[in-house]
């Protein structure tokens, strides 16, 4: 059975810096894109990264560009989200996802098209 667990998150001042990891389980991610996504409080889940774990392809969202960067290790079956620069506005729980829809889309705005949800983890940065 694929499941996806989240980890990393935790409270940081503006500025600050936070690695997250999404753990496959033994199956591995269930697919070959994995990506990262975030939902604050009364707000809809949105992209932020995508890669494909081949070969490492990567996109992210507008809003992270330049300050976030995802990468795998498919020894350890872990993809990392490392935040750089963050902003109050990056406060969400994040979570993980592979893409597991025919024909998906490996991209940030393809929420729709991935599943395996972890639990998430909370990430807050105050100002």
Not at 50 to 57: A, L, V
Not at 94 to 104: K, L, P, Q, R, S
Request: aromatic residues 12%.
């Amino acid at each position: 059975q694929v499941y996806l667990k989240e980890s990393g998150g935790d409270s940081v001042q503006a500025g600050g810096s936070l690695r997250l990891a999404c753990a496959g389980s033994e199956y591995g991610y269930g697919s070959s894109c994995v990506g990262w996504f975030r939902q604050a409080p009364g707000k809809i889940r949105e992209g932020v990264a995508t890669i494909f774990t081949s070969d490492g392809d990567a996109y992210y969202s507008d809003s992270v560009k330049g300050r976030f960067t995802i990468s795998r290790d498919n020894t350890k079956n872990i993809v990392y989200l490392q935040m750089h620069n963050l902003i109050p506005e990056d406060t969400a729980k994040y979570y993980c996802g592979a893409a597991v829809a025919e024909g998906y889309v490996c991209l940030p705005r393809a929420v729709e098209d991935f599943g395996y949800w972890g639990p998430g983890t909370q990430v807050t940065v105050s100002s």
